[in-house]
């Protein structure tokens, strides 16, 4: 498994310096695109006229992020301290980024975030999952992450969004049943 992991890092951060608006874009995806992210949790927060939906739906957002990133993620870097690519294979990376590389911390959190936010607009959280992807594939060109801590993070981004969502789903249904607008 680990071979492949390195192959395809390999192939991908082949891309790397073979162009300065390449590069660049690829920087903007690592480090600022996944930010998009945000700004849809935000307009579907402020979108919100009730206040119990959107507290529900803060609430629902906040512990699906506390359980990836706080939790899962926190016990695989303390347990499995792998190292990243460009220290394991002496490259030098397009960004900078410290610490222990399984699982990736930008993928659980913007796969957990895009997620939420598809269970509640299915076309934003589309564009938010594909935004999390590019932002996966860039932090394997810009060096700093294998692809197994992309799928590793994607993984625990996604199943902590879904389990939040099934344990808020009986609130926002009795919501819905009130009419309230949701």
């Known amino acids: 498994m680990q071979e492949i992991n390195q192959k395809l890092f390999q192939f991908v ?5 073979q162009g300065s608006f390449l590069d660049a874009v690829g920087v903007f995806a690592a480090e600022v695109l996944p930010f998009l992210i945000v700004f849809f949790v935000l307009l579907l927060f402020f979108r919100q006229k009730e206040w119990r939906p959107k507290f529900l739906f803060f609430i629902e957002i906040i512990l699906a992020f506390v359980l990836a990133r706080g939790i899962l993620t926190q016990f695989f870097h303390f347990f499995f301290q ?65 692809p197994m801590d992309i799928l590793g993070g994607a993984i625990f981004g996604i199943l902590s969004a879904i389990l939040m969502h099934e344990i808020f789903r009986p609130s926002f249904e009795a919501l ?6 949701i």
Not at 13 to 17: M, T
Not at 176 to 181: A, F, L
Request: hydrophobic share 50%.
């Open 176 to 181: 819905k049943n009130r009419k309230v607008e």
């Open 13 to 17: 951060f082949g891309f790397a310096r």
């Open 82 to 146: 792998q190292p990243r690519p460009y220290e394991f294979l002496g490259l030098n990376p397009l960004v900078l980024t410290l610490g222990t590389s399984f699982p990736s911390s930008h993928a659980t959190i913007f796969f957990c975030l895009a997620m939420s936010v598809f269970f509640f607009d299915k076309k934003l959280g589309s564009w938010a999952l594909l935004i999390a992807l590019l932002n996966g594939a860039a932090r394997i060109f810009v060096g700093v992450h294998w």
